[in-house]
């Protein structure tokens, strides 16, 4: 999957996000971490984002996969480094999937 895409799928989901939460929503560029510069985008809205950027790029996005904030360090997350996370989860669920289909 083209990382440009997902970029920009998740740049389009994220100002929806702020959009029906009523929330101001800044520039985004792949610097800007959402968790930090977002209003109010907090915890209990990740797993959404993440849902709604699944389905904006045709994947599923595990719900318990935090790809806002990294797991070790509890440190935001950027724009660039998410995709790179969400490619790197997309990778890992397609290669499980070819290994099942192999193994039938």
Known sequence: ????????KLI??????QALSGEECPAIDGGTR??????????????VAAGMLGIAIGKT?????????DDDTKVPLAINQTVALVLKILEAQDAKEDEE????
């Open 1 to 8: 999957m083209d990382p440009n895409v997902v970029k920009a």
């Open 12 to 17: 389009e989901v994220l100002q929806t996000v």
């Open 34 to 47: 959402p968790a930090e510069a977002l209003p109010k985008f907090t915890s209990k809205v990740w797993p």
């Open 61 to 69: 996005i595990p719900c318990e996969a935090n790809i806002f904030v």
């Open 101 to 104: 289909a192999r193994a039938e």
